[in-house]
């Protein structure tokens, strides 16, 4: 019997030394800020009826809620960081496509300016085929001075051709758009005309 009660006692003392163990390294872990290790620790302590232990569960589980909270929070932040810097992006994509866009009809409403001041000055004969397509290409000057017009493509028709050429040099200056980006896409101009127009 004394046996036994020896075996009892040291398993007691063993285990109660163990659990003493495992409840300081929890709450140490807690400390740390280590909390998958203190659970791990206090955990069992806890379903075996250790207050302390029960009682830091209580307070991991506040932690894990704020920590969680904390995570949301960021992780909505973020979300909403990311959404105004693509929102910012499509802004200035779509300001630039008006911008675009507005260049375009500006470039446009030059072009058709061009070609009605050039045609107005076609001296045309009846004996011209109304199929007649002649192209140029014209260099211009600051202010729209003309500084080479060239035939590109013919006609078929000497006398259309050169009409078309008389026409542009005698356009000259042509409207265009003051120095600056808009007047570069000008610089070099081709032009197609046709006694149809």
Known sequence: MKKLLLILVSIFLTFGISSADQLE???AAYRDGDYA??????R?????GNAKAQEYL??????????????????????????Q??????????????????????????????????LRNIVMSSDIPKD????????LFS????LNVKLVKSSGSAMYDRAVE????????LPVPPEGPLFNQFRELRLNFSPNE
């Open 85 to 118: 810097e693509a929102d910012e992006k499509q802004q200035r994509r779509d300001a630039d496509a008006r911008t675009v866009t507005a260049m375009g009809n500006e470039v446009a409403a030059y072009k058709a300016k061009i070609r009605a001041k050039i």
């Open 143 to 146: 202010g729209g001075v003309v």
């Open 166 to 173: 008389r026409a542009i040099k005698k356009s000259d200056p």
């Open 37 to 42: 290790i203190a659970l791990k620790l206090l």
């Open 132 to 139: 007649a397509l002649a192209e140029f290409d014209v260099s």
């Open 25 to 27: 390294d929890g709450l």
């Open 58 to 83: 209580v307070l991991l589980k506040k932690e894990a809620e704020i920590e969680e909270r904390q995570r949301r929070q960021e992780a909505d932040e973020k979300q909403k960081k990311q959404k």
């Open 44 to 48: 069992p302590l806890a379903k075996q």
